[in-house]
């Protein structure tokens, strides 16, 4: 009984090293002298883990008594810090690996289910940083179709909306799960059309890597997409938001030749992408932007096929 309560001491000290900020990707840097990182000796004991000093990554033995702390606590603190300390973790890329072999993903991945909105949120995170690894992918991947469900359904804007929007763009940076998010596209506009500018640029960072993909660009054209789409492309918008959208254009465009478009065009219904994007209001909109004041953005419009 002592043992197994002293491994839970240790392991409650690891959830405390995370602080009380967390970014993303450039997250817990350890100290340096001479350029070099400074490695962390195994734990004796929680005060190890406790102190403010404390800002190096975790080693296997403490990953895996920190996943056996998350897999056997009900308390939504701990739960919370220790995913938040996983997540931080994650960010290098040795314990990417280490936190898979350990069996770590599927330990944090139950945690997406968990009512708490805070833990969901904390837990895609460190999805998120896992899935920078190409092999974490594969086992993470089982959660795709859950994390599409929490974006379009959970509240518009959250934390955890955001917090699922970077996990998926993640996962389709490559082609190899793209597939898997097709039938959620016309959701996925919905959001961007009726989201506060931070989930529209996560929204379009999510679709431009869809639309780099010949293989999808007949599911993206086909979405069902409201006519304030075009709205996007008014001049006023701000411009990380309007020039991500016209990189989409241009990326759909690029995919899909004059003589497809004309062989096609009958193919797809009213109110789809594609009644838009080649529709009269778009080509005005098109038209206006090459005078617009920025030169990136003139630039951009240049660039994409004079189909308007």
């Known amino acids: ?145 859950q994390v599409c469900e929490d974006v379009i359904s959970g509240p518009l804007n959250s934390a955890v909306q955001l917090a699922g929007l970077r996990l998926l763009t993640n996962m389709t940076v490559t082609n190899a799960h793209q597939d898997m998010l097709s039938s959620y596209i016309t959701d996925l506009f919905h959001v961007l059309v009726t989201g506060n500018g931070s989930t529209k640029v996560q929204v379009l960072k999510l679709l431009l890597n869809l639309s780099e993909n010949p293989a999808m660009t007949d599911q993206l054209l086909d979405a069902q997409v409201d006519s304030s789409f075009l709205s996007l492309l008014d001049g006023h918008v701000p411009k990380e938001i309007l020039l991500r959208a016209l990189t989409l254009l241009q990326n759909i465009t690029d995919c899909l030749s004059e003589e497809r478009r004309l062989a096609t065009q009958t193919a797809f219904p009213a109110g789809s992408l594609f009644s838009l994007l080649y529709g009269k209001e778009c080509a005005q909109k098109m038209k206006a932007l090459v005078h617009h004041h920025d030169a990136d953005v003139k630039e951009k419009v240049t660039m994409i096929p004079k189909f308007w």
């Open 1 to 145: 009984m002592g043992g197994a309560r002293d491994v839970g001491w240790v392991a409650a000290g690891l959830i405390l090293a995370a602080g009380a900020c967390y970014c993303f990707y450039k997250l817990t840097r350890g100290r340096r002298r001479g350029g070099r990182r400074l490695r962390l000796r195994p734990s004796r004991s929680a005060e190890d883990l406790t102190s403010g000093s404390y800002d190096d990554t975790l080693n296997a033995e403490q990953v895996q008594k920190l996943l056996y702390l998350l897999e056997s606590t009900e308390d939504p603190i701990i739960i919370e810090r220790a995913l938040v300390t996983l997540g931080n973790n994650a960010a290098f890329s040795a314990n990417q690996i280490v936190i898979r072999e350990l069996g770590g993903i599927p330990i944090v991945g139950s945690k997406i289910n968990n009512p708490n909105q805070s833990i969901k949120e904390k837990a895609l995170n460190a999805l998120n940083n896992l899935s920078v690894n190409v092999e974490n992918q594969i086992k993470i991947k089982v959660y795709v179709s």
